[in-house]
């Protein structure tokens, strides 16, 4: 059974960083591209960034390119979000979501599992 737990999340003021991992259980990690999703209050859910199962590509939304960095470690079935310079509009619900395929991870409609969601609030 597919699990993924999302952790890292919390309170962080204008141009701080917090990094958001997510640990896989239940499938081959390595096989797979992973994608990082958020959803602010009355909004729909936003693709945010995505990597390859091998790690070689990686892809961001133009919101947080340049402050985001994605990243997994194969040995550890987990998958980072690095964020800093982070903004009020940053705040949101984040996702981690395991995609069907292992070079895809541009798209929310590849996406077969999802985890319960980490709070991101940025706020002075």
């Known amino acids: 059974q597919v699990q993924l737990v999302e952790a890292g999340g919390g309170l962080a003021q204008p141009g701080g960083s917090l990094r958001l991992s997510c640990a896989a259980f239940?499938?081959?990690?390595?096989?797979?591209?992973m994608i990082w999703a958020r959803q602010a209050p009355g909004k729909v859910l936003e693709w945010v960034s995505g990597?390859?199962?091998?790690?070689?590509?990686?892809y961001y939304a133009d919101s947080v390119k340049g402050r985001f960095t994605i990243s997994r470690d194969n040995a550890k079935n987990t998958v980072y979000l690095q964020m800093n310079s982070l903004k009020p509009e940053d705040t949101a619900l984040y996702f981690c979501?395991?995609?069907?395929?292992?070079?895809?991870?541009?798209?929310?409609?590849?996406?077969?599992?999802w985890g319960q969601g980490t709070q991101v609030t940025v706020s002075s």
């Open positions: 239940g499938f081959t990690f390595s096989n797979y591209a």
């Open positions: 990597i390859y199962s091998d790690g070689s590509d990686t």
């Open positions: 979501g395991k995609d069907q395929y292992s070079d895809s991870a541009i798209s929310l409609d590849a996406i077969d599992s």
